[in-house]
């Protein structure tokens, strides 16, 4: 598993690299390039960060080009969220994903946004917790970014429901969302009306195809 890396982390990975690949070296190999105390610093942050491997102290190997990019994508959001400690919900199109036991995706490996409302009075807790965790947030508004990210909606609060052991919204709310946005979630909403017996807006043409799938 990799993380992002600054410009200085990257441009000694990529020198590492390029002067080694696979092949295993020793801090005496590149100590011309940095100080002591800052190639130090540099090497223990590409090594938590999974671009080095250490083969035993004091050796290291570089990590694949491919392996590390792949690593950048890998599935970590939920399980951060976990962690935090923090009071929140999933919301808008993620509670739609959960209430429709994921029938319905929105998200993709490239693009993959988490919509979580947090108490107004904790938003700054969860900055701070999302720094520390490498994790991309907003604040209301996605931007654009590649892979996972979290929005964070802030409320003044908050009422959980449990499903499939994940905390989200109402389904009440969640079907409010999805009348609002009908032309996204019109399947989400013929899913609601067979799975749940709740009324929707959803087509009678949608509402077969949803029977055949359930």
């Known amino acids: 598993m990799t993380d992002t890396l600054t410009k200085q982390e990257f441009s000694l990975y990529s020198l590492l690299y390029l ?50 990019i792949k690593g950048l994508f890998r599935q970590k959001t939920e399980n951060v969220l ?38 107004k009075k904790d938003l700054k807790k969860w900055e701070n917790f999302l720094d520390s965790e490498g994790i991309n947030f907003f604040i209301d508004k996605p931007a654009n ?30 079907i409010k ?6 032309d996204s979630f019109e399947y989400v909403l013929a899913y609601f009306s067979r799975k749940y017996g709740k009324k929707t807006s959803a087509s009678e043409e949608m509402l077969n195809k949803v029977s055949e799938a359930i």
């Open 82 to 119: 976990q962690k935090a400690e923090l009071k929140y919900c999933f919301t808008k199109a993620s509670a739609a994903e959960i209430w429709s036991n994921e029938t319905y995706i929105q998200r993709s490996w490239e693009y993959s946004p988490f919509f979580v409302k947090v108490l």
């Open 177 to 182: 969302f999805c009348e609002q946005n009908k």
């Open 19 to 68: 002067k080694f690949k696979k092949n295993e070296f020793d801090l005496n190999s590149i100590r011309w390039y940095f100080s002591k105390q800052m190639l130090k610093k540099l090497i223990f942050k590409l090594n938590e960060a999974g671009w080095l491997k250490t083969i035993k102290k004091g050796i290291y190997k570089c990590v694949e080009p491919e392996e590390g």
């Open 145 to 174: 970014v590649v892979g996972e990210f979290i929005v964070l909606k802030p409320v003044s609060s908050i009422q959980i429901s449990l499903h499939n052991g994940k905390p989200v919204e109402s389904l009440k709310e969640t």
